[in-house]
């Protein structure tokens, strides 16, 4: 006797994930939490039954690391203290930039695609891009479906993913001392989109913001409200080898 397919099968969608993992100096203090959080995550996102292609993209100042291109999850091992090592600036407005990019031409017809960014600070080191830059491709991303989740330890995440572009729904303003239970968190959150395809779905839920600190969001915060082009300091543009920069990333 021949088993039907499960009528769910034919329908699924491959998610294209991509992970911003924040790799400078200021993480080193929660180094073990961010570990055990992410394995969790990548736990999380394996165990869920979903069709996944996984990228991981480490980064500070002096460097960036894809470490994973768009692989299946099998073949994805546990972060350890050997493979993350905190050091350096934060060039956040440039990693994300560039990391949207290149998932942008990884990803296929028919793919959706998740864009997480786990990060402690805030925008201090870029060079190449501005921040109307990373709005304008935030907007363009969620306006074709793209889920994209903000993770801010022990900062005003809401102001930071507001000035990104990220409506507050998607954001997760944690502790520091709760940074692996929020990355953790996020695997539940990328599972629910990739299952529906609505990004609604992966909305952060009262009781995920609860046991991450319980930082809630700006009264009457939603995606309609983001300002179409925030203003933050920017550093001036500089091709000095002294420069804090991250090349080209390429997935």
Not at 66 to 94: A, C, K, M, W
Request: proline share 6%.
């Amino acid at each position: 006797m021949t088993s039907t397919p499960d009528a769910t099968d034919a329908t699924r969608k491959t998610t294209f994930v991509t992970l911003v993992l924040d790799e400078t100096g200021s993480m080193q203090s929660i180094k073990d939490d961010v570990i055990g959080g992410y394995n969790a995550y990548v736990k999380t996102l394996r165990e869920s039954g979903q069709d996944y292609l996984f990228t991981l993209i480490k980064f500070d100042s002096n460097h960036h690391d894809v470490v994973h291109r768009g692989v299946p999850l099998s073949e994805v091992p546990d972060l350890t203290n050997e493979t993350y090592q905190p050091g350096s600036s934060t060039p956040l407005i440039d990693v994300c930039v560039k990391a949207i990019k290149a998932t942008e031409e990884k990803v296929e017809a028919g793919m959706q695609v998740a864009l997480v960014i786990q990060t402690d600070g805030q925008e201090n080191a870029s060079t190449e891009y501005t921040n109307a830059d990373l709005v304008q491709l935030i907007k363009e991303k969620t306006s074709a479906g793209w889920l994209i989740l903000f993770l801010g330890a022990g900062i005003d995440a809401f102001d930071q993913a507001t000035k990104m572009g990220i409506g507050p729904q998607y954001t997760l303003s944690n502790t520091r001392a709760t940074s692996g239970v929020a990355c953790a968190a996020a695997g539940t959150q990328v599972n629910a989109y990739a299952k529906s395809g609505l990004r609604a779905d992966a909305a952060w839920t009262q009781e995920q913001r609860m046991s991450t600190g319980g930082s809630m969001p700006p009264a009457g915060g939603d995606d309609a409200t983001v300002p179409p082009e925030p203003v933050v300091p920017q550093p001036a543009a500089t091709t000095s080898k002294s420069a804090p920069i991250v090349d080209e990333i390429k997935i």
